[in-house]
Nanobody
Framework: QVQLVESGGGLVQPGGSLRLSCAASGSIFSINYMGWYRQAPGKERELVATIRSGGSTNYADSVKGRFTISRDNAKNTVYLQMTSLNPEDTAVYYC????????????????WGQGTQVTVSS
């Protein structure tokens, strides 16, 4: 099994910044894909940003230029640096990883974090 521990959420004023972290542990041989998704009240969960093992990144248009995703492979941790936050960024943010749990595993497995609340309000 793989466990994900998220941290860094909270209340911030418009224009402020937050940094989210998600540490993966457990049965991990390699992590192929790490990402952040979010879900606002009454809305569907949406992709925020992803980063692959080679370092390539992808961002939702709504966060481009404001959010930065990064990863520390040695710590199996993914980060989301969020700047210029606005009330539309208010949501529960979920970490998502795709891992191979052992060598020669025929397919990867995906896991979700428990979610961390981000509230942008004055």
């Amino acid at each position: 099994q793989v466990q994900l521990v998220e941290s860094g959420g909270g209340l911030v004023q418009p224009g402020g910044s937050l940094r989210l972290s998600c540490a993966a542990s457990g049965s991990i041989f390699s992590i192929n894909y790490m990402g952040w998704y979010r879900q606002a009240p009454g809305k569907e969960r949406e992709l925020v940003a992803t980063i692959r093992s080679g370092g390539s990144t992808n961002y939702a248009d709504s966060v481009k230029g404001r959010f930065t995703i990064s990863r520390d492979n040695a710590k199996n941790t993914v980060y989301l640096q969020m700047t210029s936050l606005n009330p539309e960024d208010t949501a529960v943010y979920y970490c998502y990883v795709v891992v191979f749990r052992r060598a020669y595993e025929p397919r990867p497995y995906d896991y979700w974090g428990q979610g961390t609340q981000v509230t942008v309000s004055s």
